[in-house]
């Protein structure tokens, strides 16, 4: 029969630290009178302690105290002069803990450029190939803005266009680049080895829709767009669900990529630019970024600027078009989404840049997809990952 | 000492002006008193921490110097065990204060401005450690000389010691024996809980028992 030792070890330790209540101090030591091994222990800790002192570092230097009363005198504005450079938020993620009564006020910029589904040359085709409907769960993408453009209203006037004449410029637009897009897809050879019965319907829908759209590839370049105006990019839009559908279906190389051409065709992107007043900056940021995750949206970048007490944050944010509604209801109640004055040359500039990355994505995507997919003919890789090409996913 | 015979030119005339000991900076009505009371009354007693870290705030840049006169040296020291070289530990010593000055304006005296001071420092450092680990660049010079220190040996064996621990329990070890802090400061630092700082340390001190046995000069000190 044993009994039970009545003071834990790491109580000996705690008690030598001075980090037992009263009572408990107490009863450990009236125990280390009374026995041999717990005051070994307590010896022995104490020895470490002492032997840890040996280290002792040296005087700072008198360096150190220029810089800082250089930097002193330079601002507390965030303008100091320091010796490298000042990373603003990102090395101290504890602030918030401390800024939460932080009455300054901060400023989230926040960017929406939604895509949404655009007319597309063959209806009954892209939605064949896409395996759902065209205006169901595209991409987002965002671009930095340097001041706000639209308001709330945006989205509802975008749907509106969606509905009504604007999807025939929309089309047309649209048209140039999806040829450009299936002209690798109907360079890729038809796998010999896969037999399912959707598979022929869909390579014949496909190759009838890429002969539809080959003549205005061969058009002229639309002329750019000026500066504030709507702008609408080719991208491609690759949803969860269509990648699960193209693995479940073990689609081959040719298959997948006239599947996600046809997606990435069915897809505009279109600006939403917003600006948020917010009380506390972290606690804004983290919230977005909470509202992120549970609507399968993802941050794209991020960056922060502004004076110590009016900080502003920038980010460009990515969500399905299809949530974005639930996504502004969420950011209502972060605060008031300020109206803002027009689209400026940065921010179009900007959109430009996340247009081209787009691409850029696409492309790789699609050498991807066309390598994956003649890899394994059943699919199950790309199951296993159903989003390879996701745009720095946080 | 070398340390207290250091003067730096104008920051350290902030920080040793006459009327610091005995009084308060404005802003702090709370506890303010005019230097002619201060002259009388004995013993003058001395801002806190957090009293000056709300001078700060205020706008005061005086008490900043102060507080930065206060814990110049346990920053240094903090950086100064972690990292590579001096001018590294100089560099991320000097972005831990002006970190502090540039969120002056949000802080909150919630706790110790100590342990909020050493959890911004502790975030520059693994900040920087990330960064060093992207580029390749050592972190702490376990197998070099020490050059600063008179008992050489001993030196050379806590730092081997302590380079062989788990990095967390070493981090909660040097936090409690070197910065003097609090399991529960630790806690805040590290952002763990109370209980597992206490395992964590009693684990490290309990390794490092293990590698005192068989050290001569250790073994020679003990009682």
């Known amino acids: ?394 | 000492m070398a340390r207290s015979a250091r003067r730096q030119p104008g920051l350290w005339n902030f920080c040793t002006r006459p009327d610091i000991t005995g009084t308060v900076h404005a802003g702090m009505d709370a506890t303010r008193v005019s230097d002619e009371a201060g002259r009388r009354a004995a013993p003058a007693v001395a801002p806190t921490d957090e009293q000056l870290m709300l001078a700060v705030r205020a706008g005061q840049r005086e008490a900043f110097a102060d507080l930065f006169a206060r814990y110049r040296e346990p920053v240094w020291r903090f950086f100064c065990r972690r990292v590579q070289d001096d001018s590294r530990a100089e560099e991320l010593a000097q972005e831990t204060f002006l970190g502090v000055l540039q969120a002056a304006r949000r802080y909150e005296p919630r706790a110790a401005f100590r342990s909020y001071l050493f959890g911004v420092a502790f975030n520059v450092l693994m900040a920087w450690r990330r960064k060093a680990r992207r580029q390749g660049e050592r972190e702490m010079a376990e197998l070099d000389p020490p050059a600063r220190t008179p008992d050489q040996d001993a030196v050379l064996w806590v730092r081997r010691a302590l380079a062989e621990l788990d990095p967390t329990d070493r981090e909660v070890l040097m936090l409690r024996e070197y910065e003097q802090l609090s399991y529960e400061e630790i806690a805040g630092v590290t952002g763990v809980p109370t209980g597992t700082v206490r395992s964590r340390l009693f684990r490290a001190r309990l390794a490092l028992r293990e590698k005192l046995v068989g050290h001569p000069a250790p073994l020679g000190a003990r009682p």
């Open chain 1, 1 to 394: 029969m044993t009994t039970r030792h009545p003071v834990e070890r790491d109580e000996v330790m705690a008690y030598l630290d001075g980090e037992l209540p009263a009572e408990r101090a107490g009863v450990v030591r009236a125990h280390l009178e009374t026995c041999d091994g717990c005051r070994a222990l307590a010896d022995d800790l104490r020895q470490v302690s002492a032997t840890l002192e040996a280290w002792q570092a040296g005087d700072a230097p008198a360096r150190l105290t220029q810089q800082v009363e250089r930097a002193m005198h330079a601002g507390t504005d965030g303008t100091a002069e320091t010796s490298r450079s000042w990373p603003r938020w990102p090395a101290f993620p504890t602030f918030p803990r401390w800024t939460l009564a932080a009455a300054s006020l901060a400023g989230a910029a926040l960017v929406l450029a939604v895509v949404v589904p655009r007319q597309p040359a063959a209806p009954d085709a892209v939605a064949q190939m896409a395996g759902r409907q065209t205006n169901e769960e595209p991409a987002v993408i965002g671009g930095v803005p340097g001041a706000p453009t639209e308001t709330l209203a945006r989205p509802d006037r975008l749907r509106d266009e969606e509905a009504g004449p604007g999807r025939t410029e929309g089309g047309v637009a649209g048209a140039s680049d999806r040829a450009e897009l299936q002209a690798p897809a109907r360079a890729e050879p038809a796998p010999p080895t896969v037999e399912r019965p959707a598979a022929p319907a869909q390579a014949t829908a496909a190759e009838r829709r890429a002969t539809q759209a080959a003549p205005p590839a061969a058009a002229p370049a639309p002329p750019a767009r000026p500066v504030g105006q709507a702008r609408e990019f080719a991208m491609a839009a690759r949803p969860a669900a269509d990648m699960s559908k193209v693995a479940g279906q073990g689609a081959a190389a040719g298959e997948a990529a006239v599947q996600l051409e046809a997606v990435a065709a069915a897809s505009a992107l279109r600006p939403i630019d917003l600006v948020i007043p917010a009380a506390d900056l972290d606690e804004a940021r983290r919230s977005i970024e909470e509202l992120l995750r549970s609507l399968d949206g993802w941050l794209a970048d991020a960056t922060t600027s502004g004076t110590g007490d009016e900080p502003l944050w920038r980010a460009e944010l990515l969500v399905p078009a299809g949530r974005v509604e639930q996504f502004l209801d969420g950011l209502r109640r972060l605060g008031t989404l300020d109206e803002g004055p027009p689209a400026d040359q940065a921010t179009a500039d900007r959109l430009a840049d996340a247009a081209s990355r787009l691409e850029r994505e696409a492309g790789a995507e699609r050498r991807e997809l066309a390598a994956i997919a003649l890899r394994v003919r059943s699919g199950r890789d790309l199951a296993r990952d159903p989003h390879p090409a996701r745009i720095n996913p946080r």
